[in-house]
């Protein structure tokens, strides 16, 4: 009786957090994964469930400007944090350059791995404006992509990168 | 089952809370959420603390000591920890690193936990509140630790020289571990080894010693005959893990090319 009773006292926790910029306020299931919270709650789909094991990358977001994998992230412990997806790259309808580099360099196939590849460069980016082509590969090495073979999305960070009018949001 | 998560600001009232049933410390979740998104029913509650001192690192008189949530991506870029970067650097990818702790590592099964390879051969203290323990002890108990939650590790940190750490993975530059190497070697200026201390990843289900290996380079000196006993008795001990990237044969196969590679790196 008394485990039901906590069960539902716990079941919905107030939790507030930042997301591209919007201030946003939820009552989530406690446990929830950003992830789920992200994409059911707030209706921000571009982040993606791929493998829910910290191994594909597709659910890559920025907390606090830092790479994290949303699927393996509680959204509880992103009370007050800034939240950046691909959703929020975009501004006032023109691309941000790396997303305009993936889509002239035909780095984007099926697309499932976008976000989250975007997401890994831009945190990159962020850091090192100016990356070798190694710490291109390293950056997205918690990225799986089943389409490109890699190389077009290489070339698309550097190009990115090369075209100096990346801006860290 | 609904889960739930509980945050306590001391790690005291944390330890508390895990007594419960179905509890788990929550450390980076790399370990933990995987397990509840993998549907473990055993785990109903994620316990954590925000106590300042799990996050913090102190390096006094070349004795590190790193809070149990400090992350895989601080250690690899603090300037302190250099000789240890590679360690940190060969978890996961960036937001994994960004993510899993120095904690969550020392309880990592096979193939996963190549960091707590790097502290078994550094003969790390792992440290519980007051209580200190060393990391032989601590990795061959730890199913009967899970109750309790891991506040630092401590350890010298080695000269650059001294410390030898390799993981070898299939993929590039980022994948599981076929097999982890990290060795601490005492040399005398002659280059005769006076002591040496080699954990090994992946050879079991948790990072365990070459002690036989170790005993083998003792008075040896670092060349492909030297240390020809060491590698032929590498394997003493071991009982290899079979996963998805490699069988319990390969592993034990490829492990004396790795370590030679590695000594006389």
């Known amino acids: 009786m008394g485990v039901a009773r906590e069960e539902k006292r716990m079941a919905k926790v107030p939790i507030q957090f930042v997301l591209n910029g919007d201030e946003k306020a939820e009552f989530v299931e406690s446990g929830s994964t950003l992830l789920k919270v992200l994409r059911e709650k707030l209706g921000d789909t571009s982040p993606k469930g791929g493998c829910h094991q910290g191994t594909c990358g597709t659910c890559s977001v ?6 994290r994998l949303s699927c393996l992230t509680l959204a509880e412990t992103c009370e007050g944090a800034s939240v950046t997806t691909t959703a929020g790259l975009a501004e006032g309808g023109v ?4 997303q305009r580099a993936f889509q ?10 976008t976000p989250g590849m975007i997401m890994a460069a831009k945190a990159l980016l962020d850091r090192v404006p100016n990356p070798t082509r190694e710490e291109v590969v390293d950056a997205i090495s918690g990225n799986i992509c ?9 070339r698309a960070i550097l190009s990115a990168a090369r075209s100096n009018s990346h801006h860290a949001a | 089952m609904p889960l739930a998560l509980k945050t306590f600001a001391t790690l005291n009232d944390a330890d508390a809370a895990l007594k419960a049933a179905g509890a788990r410390y929550l450390g980076g979740g790399t370990l933990v959420v995987r397990a509840a998104n993998e549907g473990d029913v055993s785990l109903t509650t994620f316990v954590r603390s925000t ?6 690192i102190s390096v006094e008189g070349g004795r590190a000591t790193i809070g149990a949530s400090v992350t895989m991506s601080t250690i690899a870029r603090h300037p302190d920890l250099a000789a240890i970067a590679p360690a940190a650097r060969a978890v996961g990818g960036p937001a994994i690193r960004n993510m899993a702790t120095v904690g969550g590592n020392l309880f990592a099964p096979a193939p996963y936990g190549d960091f707590a390879v790097a502290l078994l051969a550094l ?6 509140g007051d209580q200190a323990t060393p990391i032989d002890a601590f990795l061959k108990a730890r199913d009967a630790a899970a109750g309790r939650i891991v506040s630092a590790v401590r350890f010298d940190v080695p000269e650059p020289k001294k410390f030898r750490f390799v993981k070898v993975a299939r993929v590039k530059p980022k994948g599981v571990s076929v097999l982890s190497i990290a060795v601490l070697l005492d040399e005398a200026s002659d ?5 040496a201390r080699i954990a090994l990843g992946c050879m079991a289900n948790r990072p365990m010693r070459a002690a036989a290996a170790e005993q083998a380079l003792v008075g040896r000196q670092r060349t492909a ?9 590498a394997g003493e001990g071991t009982a290899p893990i079979t996963d998805a990237i490699a069988s319990a044969w390969y592993r034990a196969e490829v492990l004396p090319v790795h370590l030679g590679r590695l000594l006389l790196s």
Do not use: K, M, N
């Open chain 2, 123 to 128: 003969d790390a203290e792992v440290l519980e």
């Open chain 1, 146 to 154: 089943r389409c490109t073979g890699y190389e077009p999305i290489i």
């Open chain 2, 51 to 56: 106590d300042p001192a799990l996050f913090s």
């Open chain 2, 225 to 233: 005959e030297g240390i020809a006993p060491a590698l032929a008795v």
């Open chain 1, 104 to 113: 002239e360099g035909f780095a984007t196939q099926c697309g499932f791995c």
């Open chain 1, 62 to 67: 920025l907390v606090d400007g830092e790479l």
């Open chain 2, 191 to 195: 280059g005769t080894i006076r002591a």
């Open chain 1, 95 to 98: 691309l941000h350059p790396l």
